[in-house]
Structure formats: C-alpha cells, structure tokens
C-alpha cells in the first residue's frame, strides 16, 4: 500500500508531501490541476522512462520519494535475491541532477532501473484511460492466481531451481561444445603425428636441409649474380671466350717463329673450354 508521497521540483510541482496511511483516497480536480503529474511521478518512481521536463528548474535535483507498506505484497526472498535490506516499509527514491544523471533507491540501497521496475510491477497497477487492463496479461494471471493460492515462496523457490537448472543446461552445451573443438584439435594433431612419423626424420640430413634453406632464402641474390654472369659471358664486347679468341688469333702466327707459342696457344685453348663449359653450369 502507498503510504506517503514526496515530490520536489518536478514539473509543475515545487514541494508537495501527500500522506495515504488514512486508507482509501482520492484526488480530484479539473483538467490541468495536476493529477496526470501524480500518476507521471508515482509511474517513475515505479520504474518508467523518464524525459526531458522532469525538472522544474534546471539548476536544483529533482527528487521523488515514496514510502510503501510491503509486508503482505513483497516477500523477504524478493529482497534478498537483489541484495536489498528488507524493511515492511520500503521507501523508493528517485533523483534526477541537472546534468540529466538520475539514481535509484530501495531502501537507501543503489539500484539499476531494471530492478526498481520489477519492485514496481510488485508494489503497484495503474490503469489509465485507454489503456489495457493487466487482467489480460498471462503473466499477471499467473501471478494473481499464485498469490490467490498462497504459493509465492513455492514459486519463488521454483524460480530459483529453474534459473539454476538453466545455468546447468547452459553449462552442459559449454561442455560439449569445448569437447567437439577438443577433438576436432585432437584430430588434426594426430594428423600431424602421422604425417611426421611418416617423413622419416631420423635419415633426413640436417646440413643438407640447411643449405638448400640458406639457398632458397637468398634466391634473389643468386638469380641477380646468374644472370649478370650470362650477361658478361655473352656480351658483344670483351666477353671472357671473346677475349681468349682474340689472344688466339694474335698469337697464332707465332707458331712457326717459335715452339714456345704453340704452348700457349693449347692452354688458352684449354681455357675456352673450360670456361664454355662454366658459361654452360651457369645457364
């Protein structure tokens, strides 16, 4: 049950303090007395969205504060589960900065917007023109049926079950999830196992695998000199062979001045030979 209401600069209002503990009340007025900003107010304090005019001047907090009697709506488990301290008369508390910052309150106790809003749905209904009744809502049935039949702590106690089982299936689809990637893994190691054990590593020469490493890692450097080799071999001009035939033809003549000529003339030929044949290893 409500039991007191404190606004302070919202909207129209500057200070207003309603006392309910007498029992049943009602408030009338003509249209724009300011009945709808009773209800925009209690709607916040019970978890609604809030908007730009909450604040009647910009620079001062905008509070709202509301004192319930919960000891035959909301059982103690309900506290417990958001950590909130229990108290038959629950006090809920609103503020609004002016920087547009707002915080919640059960009880002097920090809460998030998501939990004000399920004590709300707990504390209080407001049916407005137009709007439909929660008596159509499933969950409400289900709700006031629970509570018609007194099993609110059963339910409770069920909720908990439930939320526990959910986090075991939860945790059961990690688990088989992890053990299909486990094997999957285990798969593609023993393949490499496998592939391994298949190389015959053990007659493999090391040295050897170094230097064609050694080699492929330079292969830009190698090609470079190979060709820059070919290059100088088949030049048009002062070609090694191209320069030995020119020897060649110069010494020639000598032959029949002096035996010792025509040595030279057969190591120079030799020396084409060999050096046709590195031109060819080159290529």
Known sequence: MLCRLDISN?????????DFSSGYSVITGETGAGKSILLKALNLLLGGRADATVMKKNDKKCVLEAEFNVKSIIPKSFFN????????????????TPSGKSRLFINDSPVVLSTLKLFGEKLMKIHTQHQTLDLFDKHFQLELLDSFSNIEKEVMEYAKGFGVYKLDMQKLIDLKLADAENRKEKDYVSFLLTELEGANLDTVNISELENEYNKIQNWSSIKEALDN?????QGSDNSPISSIDSLLTTLHPLQEIDPFYNELILRLNSTKIELQDIESDIE
Request: zero cysteines; hydrophobic letters at 45%.
């Open 229 to 233: 080799s070919i290059s100088i071999f």
């Open 10 to 18: 919202y909207a129209l209002i500057e200070n207003l303090n309603l």
């Open 81 to 96: 589960t958001f950590d909130i301290d229990y108290d038959a008369q629950t006090i809920i508390r609103r503020e609004f």
